[in-house]
């Protein structure tokens, strides 16, 4: 944990450095980041409102919310999980940020959770994916997601704690490692359709490399392949600490500790992977003091974003109808 935070906290000093290095003035360099000049004007999104804070992740038991996903099945609870350093348990949470219950993942190892992801099958049931894929000092060279049916909620599920969590049913662990050098990432993505895996890495020299894992099995080693660049409208370009596919297929949220950005496939494609060819457009979060977490809402009709650190603040940005 000790490392943890003190890798982040080296990344982030090292990101204002390398601004500084091009700029006379570091004052700039907020949750708006950019948004200043004329050509970031440009990009930002007319497709979201401005961000609100709709409630606080009050329990001391969620100290740094690293990943969110909004239920498929209930659209009225978000699940969330620490980063590494803490046990192996995700947490149920309504809009309000008001702990629901906590389980403990069976079968599952926290040894850097990084980020969530959610799927609803043809059949109507719903799977949370657990990203293991954190590496800041590239010592793994095995990475791992696992897939879990999500728990159902009851009010008597409000009484567990980390002391006394829920069970979930066995995780079903995806291992998986990177075709040459070892990388670290803090975004996990599902695709709805083809359940297909896809993880973004987290760089402050370049753009984030997108990883797609396909036809993949539990109880052997999977290789990720590189399919493209993400490169966000930010200095640095490459650290994104969270995002998202949404529920259609159609739209990607991620995050870096700034904003959030979209890309979208266009309207006459069919192929997803055309998506990555998108330029990304920026949308406002407000103030977060370490944000690695979003999501889309159920509908997608808006984004949902935490913060790690205590007392987080749950905010919705909704899209323009």
């Given at each position: 944990m000790f490392y943890k935070t003190i890798t982040k906290k080296f990344t982030f000093v090292i990101s204002l450095l390398f601004l500084c290095g091009i700029f006379t003035n570091c004052s700039f360099v907020s949750s708006q980041i950019g948004t200043n000049t004329q050509d970031t004007k440009k990009k930002l999104s007319d497709r979201f409102e401005e961000p609100k804070v709709i409630g606080r992740i009050k329990s001391k038991e969620i100290k740094e919310s690293s990943g969110?996903?909004?239920?498929?099945?209930?659209?009225?609870?978000?699940?969330?999980?620490?980063d590494s350093g803490n046990d192996n348990h995700i947490y149920a949470l309504n809009k309000k940020g008001e702990k629901l219950g906590t389980w403990r993942v069976s079968g599952a190892k926290n040894t850097d959770w990084e980020d969530l992801a959610t799927l609803k099958d043809k059949q109507g049931n719903c799977f949370l994916y657990i990203g293991d894929i954190g590496n800041n000092s590239?010592?793994?060279?095995?990475?791992?997601?696992y897939k879990i049916p999500e728990p159902k909620v009851s009010k008597a599920d409000k009484?567990?704690?980390?002391?006394?969590?829920?069970?979930?049913?066995?995780?079903?662990?995806?291992?998986?490692?990177?075709?040459?050098?070892?990388?670290?990432?803090?975004?996990?993505?599902?695709?709805?359709?083809?359940?297909?895996?896809?993880?973004?890495?987290?760089?402050?020299?370049?753009?984030?490399g997108v990883y797609k894992l396909?036809?993949?099995?539990?109880?052997?080693?999977?290789?990720?392949?590189?399919?493209?660049?993400?490169?966000?409208?930010?200095?640095?370009?490459?650290?994104?600490?969270?995002?998202?596919?949404?529920?259609?297929?159609?739209?990607?949220?991620?995050?870096?500790?700034?904003?959030?950005?979209?890309?979208?496939?266009?309207?006459?494609?069919?192929?997803?992977?055309?998506?990555?060819?998108?330029?990304?457009?920026?949308?406002?979060?407000?103030?977060?003091?370490?944000?690695?977490?979003?999501?889309?809402?159920?509908?997608?009709?808006?984004?949902?974003?935490?913060?790690?650190?205590?007392?987080?603040p749950v905010i919705e940005v909704k899209r323009n109808q």
């Open positions: 969110l996903v909004n239920s498929r099945c209930n659209p009225e609870i978000l699940w969330t999980h620490n590239r010592a793994r060279g095995t990475l791992t997601v009484n567990s704690s980390d002391k006394r969590p829920k069970i979930t049913k066995r995780a079903v662990a995806v291992n998986f490692s990177y075709p040459t050098v070892r990388r670290d990432s803090e975004a996990l993505l599902i695709h709805p359709k083809t359940e297909a895996i896809y993880i973004l890495t987290k760089r402050l020299s370049g753009a984030s396909s036809n993949y099995k539990s109880g052997r080693k999977n290789q990720l392949k590189q399919i493209a660049d993400l490169s966000l409208p930010a200095l640095p370009n490459g650290i994104v600490t969270g995002g998202e596919i949404s529920p259609d297929g159609k739209r990607i949220i991620v995050c870096d500790y700034f904003n959030a950005y979209e890309i979208k496939l266009d309207e006459e494609s069919d192929e997803f992977e055309q998506i990555w060819k998108d330029e990304p457009a920026i949308i406002k979060l407000g103030k977060r003091n370490q944000g690695e977490a979003i999501c889309y809402s159920a509908d997608a009709t808006s984004i949902f974003a935490t913060s790690e650190k205590g007392n987080s």
